[in-house]
């Protein structure tokens, strides 16, 4: 470790199956999913150009995997999803003995762009949980995005698999589901970042003087204090800060900057911190 599959030298290991498996490998080249996370190579349901199946119920699993010398592994991947919501969905699960049983990874609303919504009429892995939206009712992915979860209760095991697993319903089809570069890792000691940013909001009559507020999460193992944070608008010059409280490991602090924001002008903010 760390482990890095990107899929462009094979399948690494992986590989699909399930009732109405419509999984392919390959670029997709579709009317949402149009490209590979990186490269030329990922999974995609529905073949490289068309929707996925009714009442599909199939997944990607991956190798064997042995964390018996990892203490709090961390999975990222990129994903992009196009699908009914709540109807048709996608849901990662972990087994640790060889693949009788399945555990989801994570729980809806966790952060880091994971599961959105629990009500998935489709059973993605048998169950309700998962990534599910489409760009036209405004809750797909909008493209590739990183998502990213602590393998929770898996450190230490000699015997793990992991697997994608897709679900739908008997009606209305659409792209569904693509993966690509998946990352495997120890949780490092230092790890913080912003997880959202809670105001401004949209809304009449803002001023030239309204408050910037953040939620900061610490990833890592290690307590951590004096924190640099920052923020910036429209891509213009950063504002810098810095978090003087102490965030422990598993925690969220919400900081509110000292400088605030001029708005008072009509128009679309883009905030990055």
Do not use: M
């Amino acid at each position: 470790y760390p482990y890095f599959e990107d899929f462009e030298t094979g399948k690494g290991g992986w590989d699909s199956a399930g009732t109405n498996n419509s999984w392919a490998f390959g670029t997709p080249a579709k009317a949402i999913i149009n490209s590979a996370g990186s490269g030329v190579n990922s999974w995609v349901t529905g073949g490289l150009v068309g929707p996925y199946n009714n009442n599909e119920n199939s997944f990607v699993s991956g190798p064997c995997f042995d964390f018996s010398t990892l203490v709090n592994p961390i999975i990222e991947l990129l994903i992009w999803w196009n699908s009914e919501f709540s109807w048709d969905g996608t849901v990662l699960q972990s087994s640790i003995d060889s693949g009788a049983t399945w555990q989801n990874v994570g729980a809806f609303g966790d952060p880091n762009n994971w599961y959105t919504d629990n009500t998935i009429n489709g059973l993605p892995g048998g169950q309700l949980e998962g990534w599910t939206g489409r760009d036209a009712t405004g809750d797909g992915s909008g493209g590739w995005v990183l998502a990213r979860h602590a393998l929770t209760g898996l450190g230490g095991q000699s015997d793990v698999r992991l697997r994608i697993a897709f679900g739908s319903d008997g009606s209305i089809v659409d792209d569904g589901f693509a993966f690509d570069d998946v990352a495997i890792f120890e949780t490092p000691d230092d790890d913080v970042g912003v997880i959202a940013i809670d105001a401004p909001n949209s809304g009449c009559a803002l001023t030239t003087t309204e408050s910037v507020t953040v939620r900061v999460y610490n990833f890592g193992l290690a307590p951590q204090d004096t924190i640099p944070v920052s923020y910036r608008t429209n891509a213009g010059a950063p504002v810098n800060e810095t978090i003087l409280d102490t965030l422990n490991p598993g925690d969220t602090l919400i900081y509110t900057f000292t400088t605030t924001a001029n708005l008072s002008a009509v128009g679309t903010y883009i905030f990055d911190a």
